[in-house]
């Protein structure tokens, strides 16, 4: 198993650029996020989805946008790019949304803007 | 949201065990404590979970306490390997989870 999948690992970009980062899942998890990680702080959550054709934001939603598809896909799209928005990016994925699964996560996306 | 506070760093030795603690006092009856690490340059990984009842896995035990008000993350011997941020969470399903600075753990050789 392949797990959580993201791509690019790396990725450098400049103000106003558009990009996709892409997420993958092999597990047939219903539930998957995106979550950004600023230098010594924790994960903050940006979108989720509950399953295909459903999504909804998190705590930092503005300048992204994500659609669910299929169960395995949950792309993150960078509107605009801003320097605000340069950050490691990790896409989790769980079973279900029951408070006893676990999240499992990819190994991220690490974005500069200049 | 149920938060967790949990030390800035700890260190430790290698081969002896460590006890990371945590706070949640706020914590309801339908959280479930997830532990997560953080390697260097890679994803949080999923440690070990529990409701009310202390639990053993493979990779470490999760000490709950009776009321439920604080656990303790226990590594029976720490390798330089373990060294990582250790995360604390409260996870009533949902998305309603709040990942905060967590925990850097440092070892010693």
């Known amino acids: 198993n392949a797990g959580v999948t993201q791509t690019p690992k790396f990725q450098v970009l400049k103000t106003g650029q558009s990009m996709t980062l892409q997420c993958a899942q092999d597990m047939n998890h219903e539930y998957m996020s995106w979550y950004r990680q600023d230098p010594g702080m924790g994960l903050r959550l940006i979108h989720y989805s509950v399953g295909a054709g459903i999504t909804d934001q998190g705590e930092v939603p503005n300048g992204y946008n994500v659609s669910r598809s299929t169960t395995e896909d949950f792309p993150l799209r960078l509107l605009s790019a801003a320097p605000s928005q340069t950050s490691v990016y990790f896409c989790?994925?769980?079973?279900?949304?029951?408070?006893?699964?676990?999240?499992?996560f990819g190994d991220g996306t690490r974005l500069s803007i200049l | 949201d149920a938060k967790t506070t949990q030390p800035n760093s700890m260190e430790s030795n290698e081969e002896e065990p460590v006890h990371l603690p945590c706070n949640h006092s706020t914590i309801s009856g339908t959280d479930y404590i997830h532990w997560y690490r953080q390697l260097p340059s890679q994803g949080p990984e999923y440690v070990i979970h529990g409701l009310t009842s202390n639990v053993n896995n493979r990779m470490a035990s999760l000490a709950i306490a009776e009321d439920r008000k604080s656990s303790t993350l226990i590594l029976h011997r720490a390798t330089l390997r373990d060294a990582a941020v250790y995360y604390c969470i409260l996870n009533e399903g949902g998305f309603k989870t709040i990942f905060g600075a967590g925990t850097r753990l440092f070892v010693k050789a």
């Open positions: 989790a994925s769980s079973y279900s949304g029951v408070g006893n699964q676990p999240q499992h």
